[in-house]
């Protein structure tokens, strides 16, 4: 019989860009004091992952095993972690490290980190049976939250949770581009903080599946006219999206100090006239992930309010199934694999 310790990790990972995933085993790094090893129960799957396995960011090292939505509970500790014991519920997302000593990780800012270490990037990841990570970007999951609806809110969750923590607060005026994975959550943050939240989409079938998370008001965003008349009405927009939109309406949209926030990667640059930006003072922005406090302030949140993403469970041997529907967009809204 082998020690856990020596046992190798059953994980499924892709050979060559762009490949299916098939099942892989490798041995993992001796647990070191500051490291966990936690015992997969779920993991998400997030729009990354795709791009790691398809090699859209050229950094990509094979065998790749993504996977960054993880929850599980800790089957073995390393001598120094003492914030969460074995058998405990924990998740890890995007990070899983950082220098711990520069002025952005003393702030709290540890997602700002030179150094910082990403879950599956030139590590495997979370599709798999176990994981060893740092156990300091292991965070206790409250009970509140079921595994399948805290697995999402690791990546998805803190990326939107983020720039509202930042930008708004309650009767904020929060716009949302885009209901899908991220922007549903977004709606249903904005919507607990106290915020009045419009929705912007392209379909116009969404608007019942938008005020269904939350939303007061749904516009179309690609109605030109639909999107003049929102001149000056919002003090912070979420843009969830990966497609070019009209963005110099939506700096108009914004009232004084109103910040428009990227959260989806768009392949072409954005172009803002800057007297738009100076006329009110507006600034524009993206934020990634969020640090280790903000992940913890989440986390609590989201049970507070009981919010967790809208998801679809799959066996984690249908994890082929799920990412070439993810592929598609034929999600309703993530997906989360369970271990078979
Ligand atoms: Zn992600
Ligand atoms: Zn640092």
């Known amino acids: 019989m082998t020690s856990p310790d020596t046992s190798r990790v059953d994980a499924y990972a892709a050979h060559e860009p762009g490949a299916s995933l098939t099942s892989f085993d490798y041995e993992p790094d001796v647990l070191g004091p500051h490291d966990v090893e936690i015992e997969i129960t779920h993991c998400g799957i997030c729009h990354s992952d795709l791009h790691l396995i398809d090699n859209d960011w050229q950094s990509s090292a094979y065998p790749l095993v993504p996977g960054h939505e993880i929850v599980g509970t800790i089957a073995q500790r390393g001598a120094l972690i003492t914030h969460v014991d074995v058998g405990e519920r924990v998740g890890v997302g995007w990070q899983c490290g950082s220098c711990l000593q520069c002025e952005w990780c003393e702030r ?10 990403e879950t599956c990037v030139g590590r495997p990841g979370g599709f798999a049976d176990r994981i060893r990570v740092d156990g300091r970007f292991a965070f206790a999951i409250p009970d509140a939250l079921s595994s399948e ?10 990326t939107v949770y983020s720039p509202l923590q930042q ?9 949302v581009i885009g209901i899908g994975g991220l ?7 904005a919507r607990a903080m106290g ?3 419009t929705a912007f989409s392209s379909t116009a079938a969404k608007e019942e599946e938008a005020r269904a998370h939350g939303a007061h ?3 179309s965003s690609i109605d030109d006219t639909a999107l003049k008349g929102q001149r000056e009405s919002l003090d ?8 070019p939109l009209n963005w ?6 914004l009232r004084p100090n109103g910040v428009l926030s990227f959260v989806g990667a768009l392949a072409e640059p954005v172009t803002i006239h800057t007297g738009m930006l100076m006329a009110r003072r507006r600034s524009v922005t993206s934020s990634p992930i969020g640090g280790r406090s903000t992940m913890r302030e989440m986390l609590d949140f989201a049970a507070r309010h009981t919010i967790g993403a809208q998801v679809e469970t799959l066996p984690m041997s249908e994890v082929n199934a799920a990412l070439d529907r993810l592929r598609r967009n034929d999600v309703r809204y993530r997906f989360v694999l369970r271990r078979d």
């Open 183 to 189: 922007g549903h959550l977004a709606i249903r943050f």
């Open 195 to 197: 915020c009045e939240v």
């Open 149 to 158: 609806l805290a697995a999402p809110l690791l990546c998805g969750g803190i």
């Open 217 to 219: 008001h749904f516009v």
């Open 248 to 253: 110099n309406r939506y700096v108009s949209a």
């Open 108 to 117: 709290g800012d540890e997602n700002l980190c030179a150094s910082i270490a």
């Open 167 to 175: 930008h708004a607060r309650p009767q904020s005026r929060v716009g």
């Open 236 to 243: 912070l927009v979420i843009s969830t999206v990966n497609s």
